[in-house]
Each structure stands twice: as C-alpha cells, then as structure tokens.
C-alpha cells in the first residue's frame, strides 16, 4: 500500500476527491476534469443536460470541503480550458482548496477532449510521487 495512487475524471475526480481525503491509504492523487462549489458558485441551476444533475450531485458532498484533507499527500490536476460541463470557476475552487502539494495542468479542449500527453503527465507524476 505504500505505492497506492488514484486517478479519477468527471464525477469519479469529485467522488476520488473525498475518498483520497478520508482514505490516507491513497498516497497520491491525480483528478481530471473535475471541480466543486457548484453551489456557491451557483452553477449548474439551468436547464442544460449536465446543469441540474450537476448541481444536486455536489449538493451532497461538494469535493471542495474535502479536498483540504488530502494534504500532505500530492495532488495533480488536469483539467479542460473549454470545458463545457464543469466551468473553469468550479475547477479554480477546487484547486485552491487543496493544500500544497499540488500542480494544475490546463489543456486547451473540452471536457471530454483531453489529449494524449495527459497520460504522460500522468505517469510522471505517479513515478515521482509513489516510486
């Protein structure tokens, strides 16, 4: 367990976000296009496919209230500049919550669009932080 790392995008970075911190087994944690304070923000209150379901969601367990608790452990976040589902502001306010260590990596497509060289970010930082 001593090279146990999580990797989650979307919904499974939120949900990977209070798992990592209630679960000090994970040593790193890499979350992609993913965010929090839906509510504060007040986002997600529309009627586009994602908007409604978004909202709720996060109303249950917002990652942002969780993400302060991963620290020290590493945190790496990729996320999408044109995401069309979890807004820059939701990303923004997940990694400011989160305690150093951490690094953000912003590519320049949608949500479901990253490419390739993410997985090399990936590994790298995976080989760094877990060995």
């Known amino acids: 367990m001593k090279r146990a790392g999580f ?13 990592c911190a209630l679960d000090e087994r994970v040593r790193a944690a890499s979350l992609g296009v993913t965010g929090g304070d839906f509510d504060k ?4 209150s529309g009627a586009g496919p994602s908007e409604g379901g978004l909202r709720r969601a996060y109303m249950v367990v917002d990652p942002v209230t969780y993400a302060p608790r991963i620290s020290p ?5 990729i996320n999408a500049a044109k995401d069309e589902i979890v807004p820059r502001a939701a990303t923004v306010a997940l990694y400011e919550a989160a305690r150093e260590p951490k690094r953000i990596i912003w590519y320049d497509c949608g949500h479901a669009g990253l490419p390739e ?9 995976f080989d760094a932080e877990l060995g």
Request: proline fraction near 3%; glycine fraction near 16%.
């Open 73 to 77: 452990r590493p945190i790496l976040m």
């Open 7 to 19: 990797t989650g995008f979307s919904m499974g970075g939120a949900i990977g976000t209070v798992f």
């Open 117 to 125: 060289e993410y997985l090399d970010e990936m590994i790298t930082f």
């Open 41 to 44: 923000l007040n986002i997600g």
